[in-house]
Nanobody
Framework: EVQLVESGGGSVQAGGSLRVSCSAS?????MAWFRQAPGKEREGVAT????????NYADSVKGRFTITRDIAKNTLHLQMNSLKPEDSAMYYC???????????????WGQGTQVTVSS
């Protein structure tokens, strides 16, 4: 069993930065960030494998977002720079996937943290 708790969301103006974090219990393996805006489908943002060496990003965030993990502390981070209003969404941490791809199924999910970007 893996439990995930997100933190660090908030509000920022366009062009600003935010960092969201996820504290994990157990052995989360592959981890990822997803987001979902009202009325839209859930979107995979970034994935990172168990040792942090293999990372995937959605095209919409490449060059602006950075996913990292602290293996010793069992935490996951997403540094978001040059934020745009369209980045506004609930951001979810996910863990444990066999394929560790943006389109893969993940077994464990956090409750989410809200990110709001104003223009």
């Amino acid at each position: 069993e893996v439990q995930l708790v997100e933190s660090g969301g908030g509000s920022v103006q366009a062009g600003g930065s935010l960092r969201v974090s996820c504290s994990a219990s157990g052995r989360p393996g592959c981890m990822a960030w997803f987001r979902q805006a009202p009325g839209k489908e859930r979107e995979g943002v970034a994935t990172i494998n168990y040792d942090g060496r293999i990372i995937n990003y959605a095209d919409s965030v490449k060059g602006r977002f950075t996913i990292t993990r602290d293996i010793a502390k069992n935490t996951l981070h997403l540094q978001m720079n040059s934020l745009k209003p369209e980045d506004s969404a609930m951001y979810y941490c996910a863990a444990w996937s066999a394929q560790c791809q943006l389109e893969a199924e993940f077994r464990y999910w956090g409750q989410g943290t809200q990110v709001t970007v104003s223009s």
